[in-house]
């Protein structure tokens, strides 16, 4: 199929960017939409252009470094899906399509399609671990007991990818799904509830430095989520935060 | 990093819209009720907002923090929806919020506004005259004497206010319409910003806050309408 592509091209960081048209031709219902992307890089380079820059690395679905905005949805029209895992069966021949960056003040474009996320590892750093001795002596996990549906909920906020999808699809920029994954994946364990209220604070102040928005509690997270990640974890990251703040961090 | 104060972080400020917002959703229940009573019988509706406009308990305890939980709301309302404009410096060429999110989640600040433009008009439209009224002209008033004579005051200016007046009636009906807007998302909204969200209850308050969004706005529409309607 022929598709008119209308993608972000930005030179570096504080040049400015545009919307520039391609045309491809010749692109299969089964492409992933990288794929897509590949073929239209390799036309630029024939014809002597610079390619388009984009992030990606697994093309599976579990780095999450594939940020691309499609369509006016972040990794494009699928659901649980990233934009590796989007097929071009999605877009109908003929279609325009537009290819723009993650927009957030807190991830500031790098070049074309290509943002800088760090911010999320900042928020990572500020608590989002859990504090072990790991020379060689540390005791067997299954030592210590887990209730079945606290253990499955944190395993489902443990496969968030950090790919940025909701910070991208929300209204404000805001945060707040990625974080309470985060939080949610150790403050459910026992050994995530040690240091349970310093992270919280931690994390969220880090979120809140870094300056993304404030949450509305539209939904749009979650929708665009592509693992899925619930609302219930940032209600459970307000609990939290709440609670720690109430009662002072130690 | 010590913790920080009330209203310093996004979450906090959350916690602090949702807990004014809800006493606002107390407040307004209360208001149609006492509104509805207008309908049902003048006199009980004369009597009840006598005791409201004149007890001492009303008057300077519930007014006040009322007043306040208003302000506060809209104040805390703007200072976000600031910083989420700000959060995103460059916008999408293309943004499709339709596709995951409702209209109403997305543009509380739009409903919102129009309420605030609204509680301008119905502030002319009543309070002042009330606060006119009861302190400057003095009259009414148990400051001065005591005991409370307005007799049908209210009801008849209520009467009054709509007597032929269709654009009143209409600017009345079009606010209560962005106010069930603004709860319908905002009710559900605020449980889940205080982190109350629970399998077995969130449903429940999902059904409360679509039944309230949309019965206490059309409580109010139906008052204006009434008034309206039996002095053409
Ligand atoms: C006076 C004019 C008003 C303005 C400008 C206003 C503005 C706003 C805004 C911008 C929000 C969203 C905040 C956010 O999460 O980003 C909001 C939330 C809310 N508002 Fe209002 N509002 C007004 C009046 C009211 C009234 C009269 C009520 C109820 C009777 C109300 C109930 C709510 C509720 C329940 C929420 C949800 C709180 C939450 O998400 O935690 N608002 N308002
Ligand atoms: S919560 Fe979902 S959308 Fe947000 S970073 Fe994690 S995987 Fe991506
Ligand atoms: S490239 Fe790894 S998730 Fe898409």
Not at chain 1, 124 to 147: E, H, L
């Amino acid at each position: 199929m022929k598709l008119l592509l209308k993608i972000w091209r930005q030179d570096g960081p504080k040049e400015k960017g545009q919307m520039v048209d391609y045309n491809v031709d010749g692109i299969e219902g089964d492409m992933s939409f990288l794929e897509m992307m590949d073929i239209l890089n390799s036309q630029l380079i024939e014809k002597g252009e610079e390619p388009i820059n984009f992030d990606h690395d697994c093309r599976e679905g579990i780095c999450g470094s594939c940020s691309m905005f499609i369509n006016g949805e972040a990794h494009g029209p699928g659901r649980n899906v990233t934009t590796c895992q989007l097929h071009m069966r999605s877009f109908k021949d003929g279609e325009t399509i537009f290819i723009e960056p993650w927009r957030a003040k807190a991830f500031p474009v790098i070049k074309d399609l290509m943002v800088d996320r760090s911010a999320f590892d900042r928020i990572i750093q500020a608590g989002g671990y859990v504090s072990v001795n790991t020379s060689g002596n540390t005791q067997d996990a299954n030592s210590i007991p887990i209730p079945k549906e606290d253990a499955d909920l944190a395993f489902d906020a443990a496969t968030c990818i950090g790919c940025g999808a909701c910070v991208a699809t929300c209204k404000n920029a805001s945060a707040m799904l990625f974080t309470s994954a985060k939080v949610a994946q150790l403050s459910l364990l026992p050994q995530g509830q040690v240091e349970g209220k310093e992270r919280v604070i931690n994390m969220v102040n880090q979120m809140d430095l870094e300056g993304f928005g404030n949450c509305t509690n539209t939904g749009a997270c979650e929708v665009e989520c592509p693992k899925g990640i619930s609302l219930d974890n940032i209600a459970r990251m307000n609990r939290e935060f709440l609670s720690a703040t109430a009662k002072g961090k130690k | 990093m010590a913790s920080k104060g009330l209203l310093s972080s996004s979450i906090a400020r959350k916690f602090a819209m949702a807990l004014s917002a809800l006493f606002l959703i107390v407040f307004l229940l209360q208001h149609m009720s006492i509104n509805m009573l207008s309908v049902l019988s003048p006199d009980v509706f004369n009597e009840v907002s006598d005791f409201m406009g004149t007890n001492p308990l009303v008057q300077f305890v519930l007014q006040p923090v009322l007043i306040f939980g208003v302000c506060f709301h809209f104040i805390v309302g703007f200072i976000l929806e600031y910083k989420n404009w700000t959060s995103r410096e460059v916008k999408y060429a293309k943004y499709k919020g339709s596709a995951n999110a409702s209209w109403m989640s997305r543009n509380m600040i739009i409903s919102g506004v129009v309420i605030l433009l609204f509680l301008g008009l119905h502030f002319y439209d009543f309070w002042i005259h009330e606060i006119t009224h009861k302190f400057i002209e003095g009259k009414d008033s148990f400051i001065v004497n005591g005991e409370s004579e307005s007799g049908f005051r209210f009801y008849e200016e209520l009467r009054h206010k709509f007597a032929g007046d269709f654009p009143r009636m209409i600017l009345y009906i079009v606010s209560f319409i962005f106010l069930a807007l603004h709860l319908n998302h905002g009710f559900e909204s605020a449980w889940q910003s205080m982190g109350a969200r629970s399998k077995k209850y969130t449903p429940i308050i999902k059904k409360i806050g679509v039944a309230y969004s949309v019965l206490v706005p059309l409580g109010f529409i139906f008052i204006a309408a009434y008034h309206y309607v039996t002095q053409l």
